[in-house]
C-alpha cells in the first residue's frame, strides 16, 4: 500500500509541475479546425483533420517518442516491450462548431474553472490528456514489465473508417481503452443503424411551394439549425406559423424576406416572355445540439421546420406530398423510432433512439439519413427490412445503410477491474459498469471499453455549444490514465 501511494504521489507532483505544458499543447491543436474535409492525396479526411494528426505526432517526436504514421489516418507509439498488453485510443477530428457560442470554438478560453472549445471534450483533451500519462510514465517509472500502446486517429466522428481500416492490418493490445465516453467505465455499447434514404420528382412551379430545405449536416448530432426557402406566402402569414410553431416545438423560427425570385412560367400567364417576379422567405428554425447518444438533451431544429412547413397550405405537388410524408415518419420529438416501425427496448441496454439528422430538399429530390442507437435485442430482428418497408410504403427508397451489433466487455475482466479500482482511488467515488447509447471508438475491438472522460451526472456540451471540461477534471483524467498504464503494464 505505501509503494501504491508513494506512486500516486509521484504522480500528483509531476502534473503539478508540467500541467501547464499540458494546456499549452491543448491550445494548439483546438485551433486546428479538424472537420472532415475534401479527400486528398495525403489527407483522406481532408486538410484540417490532417494537420491535427501531424500536430500531435510532433509533439510526440519533440518528447523523444518515436511515431508510426498508418495511411496518413492514425499515429501510434509504442513504448515498452512489445507486444504491447495495454492501449489508449483516441482521436483528433471534431464536429462542426455550430452559431451561437459565447466563446470562439476553436480559441481555447479557461473560465470559472472550466476550458471552453470545440473537441475539448470529444476527444482532443482526452487525447492529450493520454500523451501526458505516457511522458508521466516514462518520466517516472521508465521500466515497463509489459509494453503500452498510443493509438490517435482523425476519422472517428464520421464512420470510424479510420480504426476499421487499422484494424485489418494491425492487432491491438488485449486491453485497450477510450477517452471518449463517460467515467466510471463504460463496458456496453448499443449497435448503430445508419440508412440513407432519397426520393425524386419532376420540377413543379405551382405556388406555394418549397424551394430548398437544408437541415443538418452531420447524423450523429441532434440539428440545431435548418432553414427553408419558399415562395407565394406573404411575410405576415408565415410570420404568423413561426409564431405558433416556435410555442409548439421549443423550435424558434423566424421568417426574413431573402431575395425575388424569377419563376420559370410567367405567373400572371400574361403572354410576355418575361418571367414574373416572386418574393421568397427564408425561414430559420433554431434548435438545441446534442449528441446522437443523448438526444433527449436536444430539440431538432431539422424536424421541428419540416413539422411547420407541413402544416402549411403549399400547393399540391409531389415534392410536398414527400415532404408531408417524412413528417409523418419522422414527428417532432419521436426519438425512438415509433412511427418507423422500429421502436424496441431490452433490459441490458434500454430503448432504442432515432435522430433524424441530415436532410437536404430541393425542387426536385430529397435525401437525409438518420442515426439510431440499436439495443441487443435488434441484433435479432431484420431492422434493415423493417426499414425498408415502412420506406417502400411511401415510395422513399432505401439506397444505402451500415450496420453494427452491440458491444460488451465483461466487467469481472482485470483489466475493468483495475479501471474502477484507480477511479475510486482517484474520485473518491464508486465505481462501476455502465451501458450507453453512443458507440465509442472501442466499439470493435474485443476487450475494449471506454474509460472517461465524462463524469457522472454533468453534461459536457459534446457536440453542442459551448462543450467544455472542468480544468481539474482534465487534469485528474490524465492522473488516472498514468495509473492505468503502470498498473497494467508491470508486474506487482
Given at each position: 500500500m505505501k509503494c501504491r501511494v508513494d506512486l500516486r504521489n509521484k504522480i500528483d507532483a509531476w502534473f503539478k509541475v508540467n500541467s501547464d505544458d499540458m494546456l499549452k499543447d491543448l491550445t494548439k491543436l483546438i485551433e486546428v479546425k479538424s472537420i472532415r474535409g475534401k479527400s486528398e492525396s495525403g489527407a483522406p479526411y481532408g486538410f484540417e483533420s490532417r494537420k491535427a494528426l501531424a500536430l500531435a505526432q510532433s509533439m510526440l517526436e519533440e518528447r523523444g517518442f518515436d511515431v508510426s504514421l498508418f495511411e496518413d489516418m492514425m499515429i501510434t507509439v509504442n513504448y515498452g516491450?512489445?507486444?504491447?498488453l495495454m492501449g489508449i485510443l483516441a482521436h483528433l477530428d471534431i464536429v462542426a462548431a455550430d452559431e451561437g457560442w459565447d466563446t470562439n470554438p476553436f480559441e481555447m478560453t479557461?473560465?470559472?474553472?472550466?476550458i471552453y472549445g470545440r473537441g475539448i471534450m470529444d476527444n482532443k483533451g482526452p487525447s492529450i490528456a493520454a500523451m501526458y500519462a505516457l511522458y508521466c510514465v516514462r518520466d517516472i517509472y521508465p521500466s515497463l514489465s509489459n509494453g503500452f500502446q498510443l493509438i490517435l486517429g482523425s476519422g472517428e466522428e464520421t464512420g470510424f473508417d479510420d480504426i476499421t481500416q487499422y484494424l485489418k492490418k494491425n492487432t491491438p493490445p488485449p486491453n485497450v481503452f477510450t477517452p471518449d465516453a463517460e467515467f466510471p467505465i463504460v463496458n456496453i455499447e448499443k449497435g448503430r443503424f445508419m440508412p440513407v434514404f432519397s426520393a425524386k420528382w419532376e420540377k413543379d412551379m405551382a405556388l406555394p411551394r418549397i424551394i430548398e430545405i437544408v437541415g443538418g449536416n452531420t447524423p450523429n448530432t441532434v440539428p440545431n439549425y435548418a432553414e427553408a426557402i419558399i415562395e407565394g406566402f406573404s411575410f405576415e402569414a408565415v410570420e404568423d406559423f413561426c409564431r405558433v410553431y416556435t410555442e409548439k416545438t421549443g423550435v424558434k423560427m423566424q421568417v426574413v424576406a431573402s431575395q425575388t425570385h424569377a419563376a420559370e412560367k410567367d405567373r400572371n400567364d400574361n403572354k410576355t416572355n418575361e418571367p414574373s417576379p416572386c418574393l421568397c422567405l427564408t425561414i430559420t428554425a433554431t434548435g438545441i445540439s446534442a449528441h446522437a447518444s443523448l438526444l433527449e438533451r436536444g430539440n431538432n431544429a431539422q424536424t421541428a421546420l419540416i413539422e411547420m412547413l407541413a402544416a402549411m397550405p403549399f400547393a399540391k405537388s409531389i415534392g410536398f406530398e414527400y415532404l408531408c410524408k417524412l413528417n409523418k415518419l419522422f414527428p417532432h420529438g419521436d426519438i425512438r423510432g415509433s412511427a418507423l416501425g422500429i421502436d424496441m427496448s431490452d433490459e441490458k441496454t434500454g430503448r432504442i433512439t432515432v435522430n433524424f439528422g441530415v436532410f437536404r430538399f430541393t425542387e426536385y429530390e430529397f435525401s437525409g439519413?438518420?442515426?439510431?442507437?440499436?439495443?441487443t435485442?435488434?441484433?435479432?430482428?431484420?431492422?434493415?427490412?423493417?426499414?425498408k418497408s415502412t420506406l417502400d410504403d411511401n415510395g422513399i427508397n432505401l439506397t444505402y445503410h451500415e450496420i453494427t451489433g452491440c458491444h460488451h466487455t465483461p466487467e469481472e475482466t482485470e483489466f475493468v477491474q483495475k479501471l474502477l479500482q484507480i477511479y475510486e482511488e482517484y474520485t473518491g467515488q464508486n465505481g462501476k459498469c455502465i451501458a450507453i447509447g453512443g458507440l465509442t471508438y472501442v466499439h470493435d475491438i474485443a476487450g475494449g471499453v471506454a474509460f472517461g472522460c465524462v463524469m457522472p451526472g454533468d453534461d459536457n456540451k459534446v457536440h453542442g455549444i459551448n462543450e467544455f471540461i472542468g480544468k481539474e477534471q482534465l487534469i485528474t483524467s490524465a492522473k488516472m490514465f498514468a495509473q492505468a498504464i503502470i498498473d497494467m503494464c508491470t508486474v506487482s
Amino acid at each position: 500500500m505505501k509503494c501504491r501511494v508513494d506512486l500516486r504521489n509521484k504522480i500528483d507532483a509531476w502534473f503539478k509541475v508540467n500541467s501547464d505544458d499540458m494546456l499549452k499543447d491543448l491550445t494548439k491543436l483546438i485551433e486546428v479546425k479538424s472537420i472532415r474535409g475534401k479527400s486528398e492525396s495525403g489527407a483522406p479526411y481532408g486538410f484540417e483533420s490532417r494537420k491535427a494528426l501531424a500536430l500531435a505526432q510532433s509533439m510526440l517526436e519533440e518528447r523523444g517518442f518515436d511515431v508510426s504514421l498508418f495511411e496518413d489516418m492514425m499515429i501510434t507509439v509504442n513504448y515498452g516491450p512489445t507486444p504491447s498488453l495495454m492501449g489508449i485510443l483516441a482521436h483528433l477530428d471534431i464536429v462542426a462548431a455550430d452559431e451561437g457560442w459565447d466563446t470562439n470554438p476553436f480559441e481555447m478560453t479557461i473560465k470559472d474553472g472550466n476550458i471552453y472549445g470545440r473537441g475539448i471534450m470529444d476527444n482532443k483533451g482526452p487525447s492529450i490528456a493520454a500523451m501526458y500519462a505516457l511522458y508521466c510514465v516514462r518520466d517516472i517509472y521508465p521500466s515497463l514489465s509489459n509494453g503500452f500502446q498510443l493509438i490517435l486517429g482523425s476519422g472517428e466522428e464520421t464512420g470510424f473508417d479510420d480504426i476499421t481500416q487499422y484494424l485489418k492490418k494491425n492487432t491491438p493490445p488485449p486491453n485497450v481503452f477510450t477517452p471518449d465516453a463517460e467515467f466510471p467505465i463504460v463496458n456496453i455499447e448499443k449497435g448503430r443503424f445508419m440508412p440513407v434514404f432519397s426520393a425524386k420528382w419532376e420540377k413543379d412551379m405551382a405556388l406555394p411551394r418549397i424551394i430548398e430545405i437544408v437541415g443538418g449536416n452531420t447524423p450523429n448530432t441532434v440539428p440545431n439549425y435548418a432553414e427553408a426557402i419558399i415562395e407565394g406566402f406573404s411575410f405576415e402569414a408565415v410570420e404568423d406559423f413561426c409564431r405558433v410553431y416556435t410555442e409548439k416545438t421549443g423550435v424558434k423560427m423566424q421568417v426574413v424576406a431573402s431575395q425575388t425570385h424569377a419563376a420559370e412560367k410567367d405567373r400572371n400567364d400574361n403572354k410576355t416572355n418575361e418571367p414574373s417576379p416572386c418574393l421568397c422567405l427564408t425561414i430559420t428554425a433554431t434548435g438545441i445540439s446534442a449528441h446522437a447518444s443523448l438526444l433527449e438533451r436536444g430539440n431538432n431544429a431539422q424536424t421541428a421546420l419540416i413539422e411547420m412547413l407541413a402544416a402549411m397550405p403549399f400547393a399540391k405537388s409531389i415534392g410536398f406530398e414527400y415532404l408531408c410524408k417524412l413528417n409523418k415518419l419522422f414527428p417532432h420529438g419521436d426519438i425512438r423510432g415509433s412511427a418507423l416501425g422500429i421502436d424496441m427496448s431490452d433490459e441490458k441496454t434500454g430503448r432504442i433512439t432515432v435522430n433524424f439528422g441530415v436532410f437536404r430538399f430541393t425542387e426536385y429530390e430529397f435525401s437525409g439519413n438518420f442515426d439510431s442507437r440499436t439495443p441487443t435485442c435488434a441484433d435479432e430482428v431484420d431492422l434493415v427490412g423493417m426499414t425498408k418497408s415502412t420506406l417502400d410504403d411511401n415510395g422513399i427508397n432505401l439506397t444505402y445503410h451500415e450496420i453494427t451489433g452491440c458491444h460488451h466487455t465483461p466487467e469481472e475482466t482485470e483489466f475493468v477491474q483495475k479501471l474502477l479500482q484507480i477511479y475510486e482511488e482517484y474520485t473518491g467515488q464508486n465505481g462501476k459498469c455502465i451501458a450507453i447509447g453512443g458507440l465509442t471508438y472501442v466499439h470493435d475491438i474485443a476487450g475494449g471499453v471506454a474509460f472517461g472522460c465524462v463524469m457522472p451526472g454533468d453534461d459536457n456540451k459534446v457536440h453542442g455549444i459551448n462543450e467544455f471540461i472542468g480544468k481539474e477534471q482534465l487534469i485528474t483524467s490524465a492522473k488516472m490514465f498514468a495509473q492505468a498504464i503502470i498498473d497494467m503494464c508491470t508486474v506487482s
